[in-house]
């Protein structure tokens, strides 16, 4: 049904700052920027811009404060983190920084945004105009005097068979983390969790193929095939089973596979208001009203994304017949303060959940009352607690 597909993507895609800044009352969009490059030499004298610098970066009805921390290199070269303190989003690094003949500029591609601005004369300050989706808005960055801080979290391009997947790994001990993103969105929509998680676990977020950091893969893109390359990719890159797959919305349909391809290699399961072919079913026999833009929203989305969409049912029927490994702990949430579904589908939504999670031996269902969609952003340490009680149990059964 296209309308709950679209709708999938209208609760988790297309991340960004002004998004997030648009949603900010609600406060259900969290969305940062992931991924540090190497940027080129710069002309500038470290000292003028190595450093902690805040701003608030002005959309209309919303004012976002903005924190960028920038590291000098020995070589001369910079490398920047983003803090988003309203959202709890600490040491997010940025692609680049590059700083000539007193020109400051760093660059979020996975927002597809960009800082540009001149320091002033005293070195105080930078003044400039934060670009976005064909919008500027004015960005004054003044200096704090704090020094910067290593991001815990490190990019890495891994080769998923044929196509690079960015990957950001951090922490360490077993079992991995493993984090899946809802429909339209990557590693991006975990930075709320990622972090603290990070310090008990080794985790790993990543961008499917077409999305974000990542190339475009081959076809169909259906959650077999998102599977077979995220499977793939963890291997390549060191990341060693077994791995607690954590799932939000559409990522929760992966997961589910991806346990029932591998199911040596998985050590639980958490959902995060995870989509579910018993509500696509419902879905498919009710009338509800849906919005009229759809197939534009559609359009906004990366190829990635629209090419795993086109793969909804096939996806849906993969997770019919997936089987979770016996004897793995599963926590299952569901948000119940979700505006973007209508009522009655959102009850349906919950009894989805239930049913589904009823037949799971020793399955946990936790109803968030005061959460939308995206629990990780609303209720970040609820998130962080489930995937500690699935990482405990499933160290307990090993010992």
Same mark, same amino acid.
């Given at each position: $049904? ?6 999938? +993507? ?37 000292? *003028? ?26 070589? #001369? ?30 660059? $979020? ?100 193929? #077409? ?53 040596? *290699? ?66 299952? $949430? ?6 973007? $579904? ?32 995206? +629990? ?24």
């Amino acid at each position: $049904m296209l309308g709950f597909a679209i709708l999938n +993507i209208r609760r988790g895609v297309i991340c960004s700052l002004l998004a997030l800044a648009a949603g900010a009352s609600g406060g259900s969009e969290f969305c940062r920027a992931f991924a540090q490059q190497n940027p080129p030499p710069a002309a500038q004298s470290q000292r *003028d811009v190595v450093g902690t610098w805040e701003g608030t970066l002005d959309a209309g009805s919303v004012k976002l404060k903005l924190v960028l921390h920038v590291a000098g290199a020995k070589d #001369g070269s910079f490398s920047g983190t983003l803090d988003v303190p309203a959202q709890g989003a600490k040491d997010l690094p940025v692609d680049s920084v590059t700083v000539a003949d007193g020109a400051f500029r760093f660059e $979020m591609k996975s927002l597809a945004a960009v800082y540009e601005g001149k320091l002033t004369k005293d070195g105080s300050a930078i003044e400039g105009q934060f670009k976005q989706a064909g919008q500027t808005f004015p960005l004054t960055l003044k200096r704090t005097g704090l020094t910067a801080t290593k991001s815990l979290l490190q990019l890495q391009k891994v080769d998923a068979g044929g196509h690079s997947l960015g990957m950001l790994v951090g922490g360490g001990g077993t079992p991995a983390v493993v984090f899946e993103g809802g429909a339209g969105t990557g590693m991006i929509s975990w930075s709320s969790v990622q972090g603290d998680v990070a310090k008990f676990a080794r985790t790993v977020s990543y961008d499917r193929a #077409g999305v974000g950091q990542s190339e475009l893969g081959p076809k169909p893109r259906s959650a077999k095939q998102i599977a077979l390359e995220l499977h793939a990719a963890l291997l390549k890159a060191g990341i060693n089973p077994p791995y607690v797959l954590v799932g939000h919305s559409l990522g929760g349909v992966f997961v589910r596979v991806f346990a029932d391809l591998y199911p040596k *290699d998985v050590a639980g399961l958490v959902l995060i208001d995870p989509s579910q072919e018993g509500f696509d079913d419902w879905a498919s026999t009710h009338k509800i009203a849906q919005p009229k833009d759809d197939q534009a929203q559609l359009n906004l989305a990366s190829q990635g994304t629209r090419d795993e969409i086109a793969e909804l049912k096939t996806s849906y029927a993969q997770a019919r017949v997936a089987k979770v490994p016996s004897g793995v702990p599963v926590i299952l $949430m569901t948000a119940m303060q979700d505006d973007s $579904m209508p009522a009655e589908a959102r009850k349906a939504w919950a009894e989805k959940h239930e049913e589904w999670i009823a037949k799971i031996p020793g399955g946990k269902h936790i109803i968030v009352e005061k959460s939308g969609h995206f +629990i990780q952003g609303e209720r970040p340490q609820l998130v962080i607690d489930a995937i500690k009680e699935v990482v405990n149990q499933s160290q307990s059964k090993k010992q």
